[in-house]
C-alpha cells in the first residue's frame, strides 16, 4: 500500500483516504501496461530466434538466446534506407513549402487589411471543415494530369497549403507588439524583410509545433501515397511496410515482421522520447488538423 | 478565435462623389495588393486541392465514366442514386456508424479516465501519459502489423493469453461477426491517448480552490466530478466528439492492411468502399457521389458542431 501511496501522492484531482480515485489511478496504471503490451511484443519478438518455433512467438518473456537475425531478415526483404530516404523527402518537402506558405498567409491575415479579408479567411476555415482525406479521387486526377502521378511531387502537392497552419501563424503573429515592426519601418525595412527579420525569429515556438504537427501527420500517411505512388522504389515508408509485412506473412515470419515495424516506427518514436514536452503541447495546440 | 474585422474604408474618401466610386475601388485594390500576393501562393494550391477537388467531387458525380462501349455521358443523379442502391455502401455505411459510435464512445472515456487520474505533473505520471500517447505517433500500418499477430488465430498473443479461457477460440479477423469489432480495438488503442491531452488540457480550467472547497463541504469524488469537473469540459467533449467522428471516416489504413474490407464485407467502411469504386472498379462517378454524400454528411456535422459551440460560448 505504500507503494500506491507514493505513486499515487500529488496526481490526481482529488483528497487522501478517498478510495474510488485511487482505483481510477490503479486502473489507469493496469490500462497503461496494456497499452504498452503490443510495442513489448515487438521488441521481444524482433529479438526471439526463429529456433524458439511458432508456438513461442507470442511469449511475451524475452528469449534467453537474442539474436539480431530478423532486424537482418528484415533489412534483406525490404528496402527500408530507400522508404526511409522516401518518407523524410515527403515530409522535409511539404513543411519546408508549408513554411512558405503559412508564413506569407498568416502574415497578411494578422496585420494587414485588404478588400475581402473575411470571405477569404472563410475560405481558409472551409479547407478545415472538408476533411481532405475523403478528396483523394478528384485529387488524384489532377496529379496525374499535371505529370506528377508516381512523383514524390505529387505526393507532397495537395498539402502545401495548410489552412491549420496560416491560422496558427496568424495567432503567432497577431501576439507580437506592432512597436517592434514600426521601428523597422522607419528604417527602411519592406514588407518582406519585416518578416524575415522580425515575425519568424519571434515565431519559433509555434514554427516547431507546426513542424512537429505536419512531420507526424505526413510520416504516418498511407492511403495517398499508396495511390499516386507505383513504383516500388518511390515507397515511403507506410506503403513499403504494407508490401513488406503481405510478404513476410506468407512465410508465417513474424520475428521478421516485428523487426521491420520496429524500424519503420523507431525514428519517430526515440524523437518523441527526447522532445515528449514539445510533442504534447503541439498536440495539444493542433485542435483540428 | 475572432474573425477578421470587415473591411473599412478610409475615411477621407467616404464622402467622395458619386463618379469616384471607380478610383476608390482601384485605390482600395491596389492597398490590398501586398495582402493578395502573400496570400496567393497559398490560394492558389487551395483552389487546386481543396475547392478543385470539391467542384470536380461535384461534377464528377454527375457523369458517367466512358466504358470501352459508351463516352462520357451526363447521367444526372443516377450515381448517386445507383451508390444509395449499392448495398456494399448502404453497409459500409452502417458499419462506419457502428465503428464510429463503438469507437468514439470507449475511447473517449477511456481518455476522461486517464485524465483524471493523471492530471498533474509528477514524474509517474508523466510515464504513464507517454505510455498512453505512444500509439498516436505510430502509424496506423504498423498498427495494423503489430495487430495482426495479435489477432493471430491459435498462435496469437491475444488467443495465447486469453483465447484459451474461452469455450471457443475466435476468428479474431476472419469472422464477420467479430471482425469489425477487433479493428476497432486497434483504433480504441490508438486514439485514447490522443484525447487524453483534449481533456487534460481542459482540466486545467477547473479551479483548485474550488475542488478544495468542494471538498471540504463533503463532496465525494462522484459529486465533484458531476457537479464540478463535467459541466467544465462541455466544450472539451464536443470538440473530441466531433474528431473521433471525422476519425473514423477518415483513419482506414487497418482495413487496408488487414482485412480488404471483408470478410463479406463485414469490415467495408465508407472511405474504402470510395477507393474500391476508383482505384479497383475505375468507376469514377460511383466513386464521386459517394465522396459527395460523406462530405455532405460530415460538413452538416461540423457546422452544427460549430454553431453549437458559438452559441455555448455567447451565452451566459
Redesign the interface.
Known amino acids: 500500500m505504500k507503494l500506491i501511496d507514493w505513486?499515487y501522492?500529488?496526481?490526481?484531482?482529488?483528497?487522501r483516504g478517498?478510495i474510488?480515485?485511487k482505483l481510477?489511478?490503479l486502473?489507469?496504471?493496469l490500462?497503461?501496461?496494456v497499452?504498452?503490451?503490443?510495442?513489448l511484443?515487438?521488441v521481444v519478438?524482433t529479438l526471439r530466434p526463429a529456433s524458439d518455433g511458432?508456438?513461442a512467438?507470442?511469449?511475451?518473456m524475452p528469449s534467453l538466446k537474442p539474436t539480431l537475425d530478423n532486424v537482418r531478415d528484415a533489412w534483406e526483404i525490404g528496402d527500408f534506407p530507400r522508404y526511409t530516404l522516401n518518407t523524410t523527402i515527403i515530409c522535409a518537402g511539404i513543411l519546408l513549402v508549408q513554411f512558405?506558405?503559412?508564413t506569407?498567409?498568416g502574415?497578411?491575415?494578422a496585420r494587414?487589411?485588404?478588400?475581402?479579408?473575411?470571405l477569404?479567411?472563410y475560405?481558409?476555415l472551409?479547407?478545415l471543415?472538408?476533411?481532405?482525406?475523403?478528396?483523394?479521387?478528384?485529387?488524384?486526377?489532377?496529379v496525374a494530369r499535371l505529370g506528377l502521378y508516381d512523383t514524390l511531387a505529387g505526393v507532397m502537392?495537395?498539402f502545401?497549403?495548410?489552412?491549420f497552419g496560416?491560422?496558427l501563424m496568424r495567432q503567432a503573429f497577431e501576439a507580437i507588439p506592432t512597436e517592434l515592426e514600426d521601428a523597422a519601418l522607419i528604417d527602411g525595412a519592406s514588407?518582406i524583410q519585416r518578416i524575415r527579420h522580425i515575425y519568424v525569429p519571434l515565431s519559433m515556438p509555434s514554427f516547431s509545433a507546426f513542424a512537429i504537427i505536419s512531420v507526424?501527420s505526413h510520416?504516418?500517411?498511407?492511403?495517398w501515397p499508396?495511390?499516386v505512388i507505383n513504383s516500388p522504389d518511390k515507397r515511403p515508408?507506410?506503403?513499403g511496410?504494407?508490401v513488406f509485412?503481405k510478404t513476410a506473412?506468407g512465410t508465417q515470419a513474424?520475428g521478421t515482421?516485428?523487426a521491420?515495424?520496429l524500424m519503420?516506427?523507431a525514428p519517430?518514436?526515440i524523437t518523441?522520447?527526447i522532445f515528449?514536452k514539445r510533442?504534447?503541447s503541439s498536440?495539444?495546440t493542433s485542435?483540428?488538423k | 478565435?475572432s474573425?477578421?474585422?470587415?473591411?473599412?474604408l478610409p475615411v477621407a474618401t467616404s464622402a467622395a462623389p458619386r463618379l469616384d466610386v471607380p478610383k476608390r475601388l482601384v485605390a482600395?485594390?491596389k492597398?490590398?495588393l501586398?495582402?493578395?500576393l502573400?496570400?496567393l501562393?497559398?490560394?492558389?494550391?487551395?483552389a487546386?486541392?481543396?475547392?478543385?477537388?470539391?467542384g470536380?467531387?461535384l461534377i464528377?458525380a454527375l457523369y458517367q465514366r466512358a466504358t470501352p462501349k459508351a463516352p462520357v455521358r451526363f447521367v444526372g443523379l443516377d450515381n448517386i442514386a445507383a451508390v444509395l442502391a449499392d448495398p456494399a455502401f448502404t453497409g459500409a455505411v452502417v458499419n462506419n456508424l457502428i465503428y464510429a459510435v463503438g469507437t468514439a464512445i470507449p475511447s473517449i472515456g477511456?481518455a476522461l479516465?486517464?485524465a483524471?487520474?493523471?492530471?498533474?505533473t509528477?514524474a509517474?505520471?508523466?510515464a504513464?501519459?507517454?505510455?498512453?500517447?505512444?500509439?498516436?505517433?505510430?502509424?496506423?500500418?504498423?498498427?495494423?502489423?503489430?495487430?495482426?499477430?495479435?489477432f493471430?488465430p491459435n498462435?496469437?498473443?491475444l488467443?495465447?493469453?486469453i483465447g484459451r479461457l474461452l469455450p471457443v477460440l475466435p476468428n479474431w479477423l476472419g469472422d464477420p461477426d467479430i471482425a469489425l469489432y477487433a479493428i476497432m480495438i486497434i483504433t480504441i488503442?490508438k486514439n485514447a491517448?490522443?484525447y487524453m491531452?483534449?481533456f487534460?488540457?481542459g482540466?486545467q480550467a477547473?479551479p483548485e480552490d474550488v475542488?478544495e472547497a468542494a471538498?471540504l463541504d463533503g463532496a465525494?469524488?462522484?459529486q465533484?466530478l458531476r457537479n464540478i469537473?463535467l459541466p467544465e469540459l462541455k466544450p472539451t467533449f464536443l470538440?473530441v466528439i466531433?474528431?473521433a467522428i471525422?476519425n473514423a471516416?477518415?483513419q482506414?489504413?487497418h482495413v487496408?492492411?488487414m482485412t480488404q474490407g471483408g470478410p463479406s464485407n463485414s469490415t467495408n467502411l465508407v472511405?474504402f468502399y470510395?477507393?474500391q469504386q476508383?482505384?479497383e472498379h475505375y468507376d469514377?462517378g460511383k466513386?464521386?457521389a459517394a465522396?459527395l454524400l460523406?462530405?455532405a454528411a460530415?460538413?452538416g456535422l461540423?457546422?452544427l458542431s460549430f454553431r453549437t459551440m458559438a452559441n455555448r460560448e455567447g451565452g451566459p
Open positions: 505513486l501522492k500529488d496526481t490526481p484531482l482529488a483528497t478517498e474510488t480515485p481510477g489511478f486502473l489507469t496504471v490500462l497503461a501496461i497499452w504498452l503490451i503490443p510495442f511484443w515487438m519478438a511458432i508456438n512467438m507470442a511469449e511475451l512558405v506558405t503559412i506569407l498567409a502574415f497578411a491575415f494587414l487589411d485588404f478588400a475581402g479579408k473575411s477569404i479567411f475560405l481558409f472551409m479547407q471543415m472538408l476533411v481532405p482525406v475523403l478528396l483523394i479521387v478528384p485529387n488524384l486526377s489532377l502537392m495537395p502545401f497549403a495548410s489552412a496560416t491560422f514588407l507526424t510520416w504516418n500517411d498511407f492511403l499508396l495511390m515508408l507506410t506503403v511496410l504494407s509485412t506473412e513474424w515482421i516485428a521491420g515495424t519503420v516506427i519517430l518514436l518523441f522520447l515528449q510533442f504534447i498536440f495539444v485542435g483540428i | 478565435m474573425l477578421a474585422e470587415p473591411a473599412t482600395r485594390f492597398a490590398s501586398p495582402a493578395y502573400l496570400l501562393p497559398s490560394l492558389v494550391f487551395l487546386l486541392f481543396t475547392y478543385g477537388a470539391m470536380r467531387v464528377d477511456l479516465l486517464f483524471l487520474t493523471l492530471s498533474r509528477h509517474v505520471s508523466s504513464l501519459r507517454a505510455a498512453l500517447f505512444l500509439p498516436v505517433l505510430i502509424p496506423m500500418v504498423a498498427a495494423s502489423a503489430l495487430f495482426m499477430f495479435i493471430l498462435v496469437g498473443l488467443d495465447y493469453y488503442w491517448g490522443y491531452l483534449f487534460l488540457a482540466l477547473v475542488m471538498h465525494g469524488p462522484y465533484r469537473i470538440f466531433v474528431i471525422l471516416v477518415t482506414v489504413d487496408f492492411v472511405l470510395i477507393y476508383a482505384v469514377v466513386a464521386s465522396t460523406t462530405l460530415l460538413m461540423t457546422a
